[in-house]
């Protein structure tokens, strides 16, 4: 059985703590509490740009990804219906800089109009990419409103969505991000 320290934060954020004495590596995974089931289902797409906005940086940098690839790192990120999920791989003793780049991103995460227009693009291509331009790749789209009749998640509306997005009001965006603040989060080292 994998042996790991769970615990609480003052500020509420949730740590679950494994260490490998064997690997080089650590993993830094932080786990919001936000999906498309928060969007509303006029607006949809709102979790996945936001996913896309975090990597854009904060008050402190330009951007995540330059300095954790600085430290030998890498990150990725996805969205489902209930979560957000982040995270990055770095040698162990650079673990410092993506606790740093997580926190400060909770802390103090920027975006400016630039970055919205920039994201909002590719979260529109990459849905068609994976949805619209695939055989069947609509099948779920369609699948989800017959399989969930009292936990619909509305995220993939598949006529609502790349729309809803183009139409995307700054004010709007603003409003989503007070979900990622007020949602419970986890962090797995």
Do not use: C
Not at 42 to 51: D, M, Q, R, V
Not at 83 to 105: G, H, K
Not at 152 to 178: D, H, I, P, Q, Y
Request: net charge negative; aromatic share 12%.
């Amino acid at each position: 059985m994998i042996q790991f320290e769970k615990f609480t934060l003052e500020n509420g954020l949730r740590v679950v703590f494994h260490k490998e004495e064997l690997s080089p590596m650590a993993v830094v995974n932080t786990l919001y509490d936000v999906g498309a089931r928060d969007e509303d289902e006029n607006k949809t797409g709102f979790a996945h740009l936001f996913e896309h906005l975090m990597f854009g940086g904060s008050v402190n940098i330009a951007e995540f990804d330059t300095p954790l690839q600085q430290a030998g790192g890498e990150n990725n990120a996805f969205t489902s219906n209930d979560i957000t999920n982040y995270y990055d791989v770095v040698p162990l003793e650079n673990i410092e800089t993506a606790l740093w780049l997580e926190s400060d991103r909770m802390l103090s995460l920027a975006f400016t109009q630039k970055s919205l227009e920039i994201q909002r693009s590719v979260v529109i291509e990459e849905f068609k990419q994976r949805y619209l331009n695939q055989p069947y790749g609509d099948v779920w789209l369609q699948l989800r409103p017959l399989a969930y009749q009292v936990h619909l998640t509305n995220g993939l509306r598949l006529e609502k969505r790349s729309v809803t997005l183009r139409m995307l009001l700054w004010k709007t965006l603003k409003a989503f991000s007070r979900n990622i603040t007020i949602h419970p989060m986890q962090f797995f080292v």
